[in-house]
């Protein structure tokens, strides 16, 4: 009789007698294969997906599709948990100060992967990290620096994995379509616990020369130093330069967020309270790997499908996070259109429109690619908006270059030249004494 599984050879390169099946999932396909022996190397990749501060609710042990970032059935059953060092204490603490330069930068540091920045078009709930990130609502036109405080205690993974007895039962049984349904292709097997801090600071300006003394000033301070004792310090300069709006997310510890000005402290004493022996750590991440490896029963993935789903979903998310921000763009000059050159609002609203139905495009293809990664699993065919942003106005007083000063009394760039005259001449062609006349020159 011929084997219901027949049909997937072509997806594998291993050779000889082995088993291979393909598992088509109501909204993904996920290709499985029961151990090649000698035919195919193993693949096994190991991941970080956020802990409790994720919009999954993830256990040890339980199963995972990562790119409709959907939690599945519990399909493993974990050993014992054990850390690398054998210790159960010791911890690693990090301050940064990054500057964040596009909505993706935001999104990435804040460690949201492209699929769960989709989650809303599917029903999932966003993690409290991609709302905080959508909160922030970052423009171009603006200076973002985010203050992030990470705490990891030791990472704990399983000594060991097998498939729980109604898995392996299901796997004999009824193939690989019910048991990527129920499993997916990833589980967890390990976590780290601990906390993280982040501070987002926007800055924003009512000309071009408060921007101009802004960046000097983050020149200055070296945006990447580690050391909290020196936030206070750092944004007090910027504060000078530019009007201030703060936002702030916790993950693990007791008691209120803290104020601006008490960030060193904070910072500083972060880790006592996330701390694994004495503090409140919460699940900082969890580690997933694939099903390869699990007894009894090895199954290797084929990665080039799920390769090319990641690789969509990723550009995808990147598109949209470009238009949104330059959508975000347009609102803020809108809003300060007196700090631009003449706008035409009925342009703008154009641009809007275009902006809008790329969006639309990025989120639709997301929405087919986690539904179908083999067969709709592809860019959308819209170009970006092409859109010139109106220049910020550039004053009189901004206008002078390096050497010229603004002069409030005739409103240009002047320049002062001091001229040396002979007062005293000696008779000889020589000079008993000098004296300095200054001569001013201006320009439009």
Not at 63 to 71: M, R, S, T, W, Y
Not at 176 to 183: L, N, T, V
Request: proline share 3%; glycine share 8%; hydrophobic share 40%.
């Amino acid at each position: 009789m011929r084997s219901p599984f027949s049909h997937a050879l072509s997806f594998f390169n291993c050779k000889g007698s082995s088993v291979f099946f393909r598992t088509v999932v109501t909204s993904a396909i996920v290709f499985v294969a029961v151990s090649c022996g000698k035919g195919g190397p193993a693949v096994s990749e190991f991941k970080n997906v956020p802990g409790e501060d994720s919009s999954l609710a993830l256990l040890l042990g339980q199963g995972l599709n990562p790119v409709e970032n959907k939690a599945k059935g519990h399909c493993v059953t974990l050993g014992a948990l054990k850390t690398q060092s054998g210790n159960v204490t010791g911890e690693i603490a990090e301050f940064r100060l990054l500057e964040i330069t596009s909505e993706s930068r935001l999104r990435e540091s804040l460690n949201v992967s492209a699929s769960a920045s989709f989650g809303g078009l599917t029903g999932a709930n966003y993690s409290g990290r991609m709302s905080f990130a959508q909160s922030i609502n970052k423009n171009s036109q603006s200076k973002y620096l985010m203050v992030h405080t990470r705490v990891a205690n030791q990472l704990e993974l399983a000594s060991n994995f097998s498939f729980t007895p109604e898995i392996q039962v299901l796997l004999k049984s009824s193939g690989g379509d019910a048991f990527a349904r129920h499993c997916g292709s990833e589980f967890v097997y390990g976590r780290r616990t601990g906390g993280e801090f982040f501070a987002i600071f926007e800055f924003s300006f009512s000309s071009v020369e408060e921007e101009r003394q802004f960046s000097a000033a983050l020149s200055a301070a070296g945006v990447g130093w580690k050391a909290s004792q020196q936030i206070n310090t750092a944004l007090s300069n910027f504060n000078m330069n530019a009007k201030t709006h703060v936002k702030m997310y916790r993950q693990g510890g007791n008691g209120e967020l803290p104020q601006v000005e008490d960030l060193q402290d904070f910072a500083r004493k972060f880790p006592t309270l996330v701390s694994g022996a004495s503090g409140a750590p919460v699940t900082l991440e969890l580690i997933t790997k694939d099903y390869s490896g699990v007894s009894p029963i090895d199954l290797k993935p084929n990665p080039q499908v799920l390769t090319r789903q990641q690789y969509v979903m990723q550009r995808l998310a990147e598109n949209r996070d470009q238009a949104s921000e330059l959508a975000r763009d347009l609102r803020y000059i809108a809003q300060n259109s007196n700090q631009y050159e003449e706008l035409n609002s009925e342009q703008i609203s154009n641009w809007e429109k275009l902006i809008n139905i790329y969006i639309n495009k990025q989120n639709d293809a997301a929405v087919d690619c986690m539904s179908d990664a083999f067969g709709a699993c592809k860019m959308p065919d819209v170009s970006f908006p092409v859109i010139e942003l109106p220049a910020r106005i550039v004053s009189a007083r901004t206008a002078c270059v390096a050497g010229w000063s603004f002069d409030e009394a005739v409103k240009k760039c002047c320049q002062v030249f001091s001229e040396k005259l002979c007062t005293i001449p000696d008779g000889a062609g020589k000079c008993l004494a000098w004296s300095l006349r200054d001569e001013k020159i201006c320009r439009n």
